[in-house]
Nanobody, 121 residues
Framework: QVYLVESGGGLVQAGDSLRLSCAAS????????MAWFRQAPGKERELVAR????????DNADSVKGRFTISRDNAKNTLYLQMNDLKPEDTGVYYC??????????????WGQGTQVTVSS
């Protein structure tokens, strides 16, 4: 079993930066696809960014391109999300996820509990 714990969320102002971390335990996730999702109140959970096991390929949602960067440190079993130039519409609960066989939502079968990010205008 893979356990994921997110950290780094908080209350910031528009234009600020935050770095989210997702620590994995239970087993090594170096061969897992991993992703960040977010969910705003009253909205569906949406993809923010995803990354292949060897960090060779990343994919960001259009709404965060040029502002957010996903990365991973397989030696530390940790996933990161660097968020710059935050906007109020980035507010939500951010979830880390992992899957052995792909990076589409239905293939990500391990999820963290989430960390709240609130961006004030």
């Amino acid at each position: 079993q893979v356990y994921l714990v997110e950290s780094g969320g908080g209350l910031v102002q528009a234009g600020d930066s935050l770095r989210l971390s997702c620590a994995a335990s239970g087993r090594a996730v170096s061969d897992y696809f991993m992703a960040w999702f977010r969910q705003a109140p009253g909205k569906e959970r949406e993809l923010v960014a995803r990354i292949t096991p060897n960090s060779g390929t990343t994919d960001n949602a259009d709404s965060v391109k040029g502002r957010f960067t996903i990365s991973r440190d397989n030696a530390k079993n940790t996933l990161y999300l660097q968020m710059n130039d935050l906007k109020p519409e980035d507010t939500g609960v951010y979830y880390c996820s992992a899957g052995r066989y792909g990076w589409f939502k239905e293939q990500l079968d391990h999820w963290g509990q989430g960390t709240q990010v609130t961006v004030s205008s």
